[in-house]
């Protein structure tokens, strides 16, 4: 067990820690300063570099504390043989998140936006060694599914794999928001069916056609049903102008009328 998951027993370092953490649930990390930190725990700013170095050393012993119990639980499955339904599979891969909202209703949801803000830092921070194992740990997942999912290429699994985890971590640190209307949990449900379906199209709506333009068939059934003009009537003798002028009665010349104003400005012509 490493320093940073080890339990704390000293009082001023674990009120720094729970400090920070509480700050940054709803800040983030760069809002978050020191004198924030040891003002919230009751703390002068030397207990900060005394117990972590710097904030910097802070920032990572959260990190590192937050993602540690989530690396450790996945690492087990990565080691498996690969079954072959991906349907049955990701659930379990997803099984230590999913804990982790069934728990909010009771704990409250502090625990997952630090988690998720925690989890966001990891690409903030790529140099981080806990943030070089989240990406190991994401390859040997990524190769694990393209043995699943065969007609999928690396990067049709990698792309998916970041599109569910960016909509994963934006439940995690803003479903606060919208949990009176929707539960967090339900929340949750609802994004493990999506991105299930994502990979397996068992939940995904079936593709829509294009329906046939209506306006090529008008114009064709038109051609088809045309009547051929008499071509004879179009070779009469024209009539000179000066008899025209004479014979026509004067009449008064109309104006066109403008269309009606729609609300658009004439934007559309439909």
């Known amino acids: 067990m490493t320093a940073a998951t080890s339990e704390i027993t000293d009082g001023t370092k674990k009120r720094l820690r729970e400090a920070m953490e509480s700050l940054v649930a709803d800040r983030g990390f760069d809002a978050v300063s020191v004198r924030d930190i040891t003002g919230l725990a009751k703390a002068n700013v030397a207990a900060v570099n005394y117990h972590f170095g710097s904030r910097e050393g802070m920032i990572q012993h959260v990190i590192e504390s937050q993602l540690r119990p989530l690396i450790d639980a996945r690492n087990p499955m990565l080691a498996e043989p690969s079954p072959t339904d991906a349907a049955t599979w990701l659930p379990r891969w997803h099984e230590a998140i999913r804990a982790m909202f069934a728990d909010a209703d009771q704990q409250g949801l502090q625990a997952l936006r630090i988690m998720g803000r925690c989890w966001e830092m990891t690409y903030v921070l790529p140099h981080l060694a806990i943030s070089k194992e989240m990406r190991t740990q994401e390859e040997q997942c990524q190769r694990q599914m393209a043995e699943r999912l065969p007609a999928l290429t690396h990067r049709d699994i990698q792309g998916k794999m970041r599109f569910c985890e960016g909509a994963l971590l934006h439940i995690m640190i803003h479903g606060h928001l919208n ?18 379906g994502l990979f397996t199209d068992e939940t995904l709506p079936p593709k829509r056609t294009k329906a046939p333009k209506a306006k090529a068939e008008k114009s064709e059934n038109a051609e088809k049903t045309m009547p051929v003009e008499d071509v004879s009537a179009l070779a009469t003798t024209p009539t000179p102008v000066d008899s025209v002028a004479e014979n026509a009665t004067p009449t008064t010349e109309t104006p066109a009328t403008p269309p009606e104003d729609d609300g658009y400005g004439g934007m559309f012509l439909f």
């Open 179 to 196: 949990h009176k209307e929707i539960p967090i949990f339900e929340q949750w449900e609802m994004w493990q069916q999506s991105a299930i």
